[in-house]
């Protein structure tokens, strides 16, 4: 599967919906993984750390919608989203 992790854009929101080692995870099991660039930060994680895993970093929200069958955040997508979920994608927050 091709999972994108988002940054979160709901106000004073730092969480981030997974860290590296469970991007290690991810791809250890043998799917592609997204992180939105800074998706991290908040969390103290650098994008660095994402890609030394195996992640790969996209610049924009849009970009991560794009090409993941599935999108994770902590919390719901936020109106400014909605028009970038496509039809049958699976959204995990």
């Known amino acids: ?17 997974m860290t590296p080692s469970g991007v290690d995870m991810m791809v250890a ?11 991290g930060l908040g969390s103290g994680f650098e994008d660095s750390e994402y890609i030394n895993v195996g992640a790969s970093i996209l610049d924009t929200p849009d970009e991560v919608y794009g090409q993941s069958e ?24």
């Open 70 to 93: 599935m999108v994770m955040h902590v919390k719901e997508p936020q109106p400014s989203e909605f028009g970038m979920i496509k039809e049958g994608q699976i959204v995990f927050t």
């Open 1 to 17: 599967m091709i999972v994108g992790i988002l940054k979160e854009i709901k106000p004073q929101e730092n969480r981030v919906c």
């Open 29 to 39: 099991a043998g799917h592609t993984v997204y992180v939105e660039k800074n998706a």
